[in-house]
């Protein structure tokens, strides 16, 4: 049961850039979460939005939410070459587990 | 440290072979989760646990089973192994379901190759 689709599937760029993807997700939720995982590792928390919030910023990343458009960005700004890695995101439903995207792959190149 | 351990880090085994996975955290949460990452195919959840002797299927629950005895303690158990389980598996664990936190703590993966 697929919720978040993310976009692009992969995404390159230069370092100093800044990264954008996208999250759709189809139902209702309660918050929307970006993970980021390193070839092969576990994944780590980024930052979490709640419904009622429209944006949040952590450090240089900056994560929108448009729940009438059922849509989420995640923006990088000033991208460093550590910041390559596969970004999911995760939708939380009411009573349900938190349902992952399949990821956009970013590849920062100096 | 505050973390999820899982071992082994990596397994190769045979088909029908049993094995167990296991899992534990040290935050006292309640809730735990496992899943398994294939290529093109994301993160799938297993099976799912919210508190001790609760457990419940994911989406790709078949083949596999859990046992949550205790609070800290997640196993994962292949009773008879097949190569379509050969996968990356993660566990994680987070505060209560509906607590306004439940992010998610990942443990490393183990990766299992099953022949």
């Known amino acids: 049961s697929q919720q978040g689709e993310e976009d692009p599937q992969a995404l390159s760029i230069q370092e100093g850039e800044n990264a954008t993807m996208n999250c759709s997700y189809k139902t209702s939720i309660n918050n929307l979460q970006w993970y980021r995982q390193n070839s092969g590792r576990g994944l780590v928390h980024l930052i979490l939005?709640?419904?009622?919030?429209r944006e949040k910023h952590s450090g240089r990343l900056r994560v929108t939410l448009d729940t009438s458009k059922k849509s989420s960005s995640l923006l990088i700004t000033a991208s460093r070459a550590a910041d390559t890695a596969s970004y999911f995101c995760a939708t939380d439903q009411a009573g349900t587990a938190l349902i992952f995207g399949k990821g956009t792959t970013l590849s920062v190149s100096s | 440290e505050a973390q999820v351990t899982q071992n082994p880090r990596y397994l190769i085994t045979v088909t029908g072979k049993k094995l167990t996975v296991t899992c534990s955290q040290n935050m006292n949460h309640e809730y735990m989760s496992w899943y398994r990452q294939d290529p093109g195919l994301g993160l799938r959840q297993i099976y799912y646990s919210m508190n001790v002797e609760v457990t419940d299927k994911g989406d790709v629950p078949e083949g596999y089973k859990v046992s949550r005895k205790e609070k800290r303690n997640f196993p994962l158990i292949l009773e008879s192994p097949s190569p379509n389980q050969t996968s990356l598996y993660f566990c994680?664990?987070?505060?209560?379901?509906?607590?306004?936190?439940?992010?998610?703590?990942f443990g490393a993966g183990s990766r299992l190759t099953v022949l």
């Open positions: 939005i709640r419904s009622n919030e």
């Open positions: 994680a664990s987070s505060p209560p379901r509906g607590s306004g936190a439940n992010v998610l703590t």
